[in-house]
């Protein structure tokens, strides 16, 4: 059974910084490519940051310079760590596999309950 536990957001004001965890499941984690999604209001989930097995990564144009991604593989846990954050970054924010890192080709199908970032003044 797949299980993405994720956690760490809440409400930050802008030029903030937050640390997303995200719990995955060693039947997904330990042979797949990781990364991190959002979805703010009214518009489509997106892929914002990759990392390979072996610690390539990749973001969206967006959160470069901004945010890192990384993970231990000894705890099945990634992390996303956001700086800069701008009132744009609002979204609920998910982890899950990813196809391909180069491309940034993300997955469809079964998501966590997600962790909601607000960043507000």
């Known amino acids: 059974q797949v299980q993405l536990v994720e956690s760490g957001g809440g409400l930050v004001q802008p030029g903030g910084s937050l640390r997303l965890s995200c719990a995955a499941s060693?039947?997904?984690?330990?042979?797949?490519?990781m990364g991190w999604y959002r979805q703010a209001p009214g518009k489509q989930r997106e892929l914002v940051a990759a990392?390979?097995?072996?610690?390539?990564?990749n973001y969206v144009d967006s959160v470069k310079g901004r945010f890192t991604i990384s993970r231990d593989n000894a705890k099945n846990t990634v992390y996303l760590q956001m700086n800069s954050l701008k009132p744009e970054d609002t979204a609920v924010y998910y982890c899950?596999?990813?196809?391909?890192?180069?491309?940034?080709?993300?997955?469809?199908?079964?998501w966590g309950q997600g962790t909601q970032v607000t960043v507000s003044s």
């Open positions: 899950n596999r990813v196809i391909l890192v180069a491309t940034m080709k993300g997955v469809q199908g079964y």
């Open positions: 060693g039947s997904i984690f330990s042979i797949n490519a």
């Open positions: 990392i390979s097995i072996g610690g390539i990564t």
